[in-house]
């Protein structure tokens, strides 16, 4: 399980570092909350391309590796050269796992997905303003509309229903 302790240390490694991070998902869900409502066993975020390389080099110090690329997953170039992957799951030796996903920024601000089956896609700017908490700590993630947006299109398990009740509770978004 990742604790918030452990989300707080990811997020300011990563933003102490320049890297850019959205929560989405559970930790996403309970950061705009400001409170943690269930156990997460990773912390799902939103990159920017650009950014993959150096968090995984980071990330990598902490023990942290390659588990499995998501079946949408693609190959794409940053804007150094590297070729990257875009959608993925790093894990370390606690079964601590790290969900990332990559977007390219517009010249509006907006994200664009650039992993597969995310044609038409964007993450508005203001769907990346959405502020949260996790433990006293100030976080960036997706807003609630994009949370509820995101986990649209498939099967979702209990908890994950109740985390979208909570949502549509606080900041009355349609379920």
């Not at 790093?90 to 044609?119: M, T, Y």
């Not at 769907?127 to 700590?137: R, S, V």
Request: glycine share 10%; proline share 3%.
């Amino acid at each position: 399980m990742v604790s918030a302790e452990d989300v707080i240390s990811i997020y300011r490694r990563l933003s102490d570092s320049g890297i850019q991070i959205w929560l989405t998902g559970g930790w996403g869900i309970d950061a705009l909350l400001g409170e943690q409502t269930r156990p997460h066993k990773d912390v799902d975020a939103i990159l920017l391309a650009d950014d993959i390389v150096q968090m995984c080099e980071i990330l990598d110090q902490d023990g942290f590796s390659l588990k499995e690329l998501w079946s949408e997953n693609s190959w794409v170039f940053d804007g150094k050269g590297n070729k990257i992957a875009t959608a993925f799951v790093l894990q370390d030796s606690k079964g601590s796992e790290f969900d990332a996903h990559a977007i390219r920024f517009d010249a509006e601000g907006n994200g664009f997905p650039v992993w597969a089956e995310a044609e038409g896609f964007i993450f508005k700017k203001d769907d990346l303003a959405g502020k949260g908490m996790i433990a006293g700590f100030p976080v960036d993630c997706i807003s609630p509309e994009m949370q509820l947006f995101c986990h649209k299109g498939y099967e979702l398990p209990d908890k994950q229903l109740r985390d979208l009740e909570l949502l549509h509770e606080k900041f009355y978004v349609e379920k």
